[in-house]
């Protein structure tokens, strides 16, 4: 059975950083693109950044405070992808989330395929 989890949130201090992983089960990880996804209270989920089975890494967002910060990054050898998050902020304050699509492309296909989502709070 597919399965992804979510690990690594928590709480953290405004300018810290933390590193979620995104561990894969019951699937050829090799072949799917993973995709990491936040949803802040009271509004709607948003995409943050893909990596294809190529490895080859994009940005969901415009925002070029995300793109400046958050890095994505995956280790097929241990089933794992992994988002750098660096000088966080109270607004990054979201579950984050975790998705496959099996297309193996960032800009091809649907996710089909999602964790349950990790909690990430950034306050003094």
């Known amino acids: 059975q597919l399965q992804l989890v979510e690990s690594g949130g928590g709480l953290v201090q405004p300018g810290g950083s933390l590193r979620l992983s995104c561990a894969a089960s019951g699937f050829t990880f090799d072949y799917y693109a993973i995709g990491w996804f936040r949803q802040a209270p009271a509004k709607e989920r948003e995409g943050i950044s893909c990596i294809s089975s190529s490895e080859a890494g994009t940005y969901l967002t415009d925002s070029v405070d995300v793109k400046g910060r958050f890095t994505i990054s995956r280790d097929n050898a241990k089933n794992l992808v992994y988002l750098q998050m660096n000088s966080l902020r109270p607004e990054d304050t979201a579950v984050y989330y975790c998705?496959?699509?099996?297309?193996?492309?960032?800009?091809?296909?649907?996710?089909?395929?999602w964790g349950q989502g990790k909690q990430v709070t950034v306050s003094s």
């Open positions: 998705a496959a699509k099996g297309s193996g492309l960032c800009r091809k296909g649907e996710y089909g395929y």
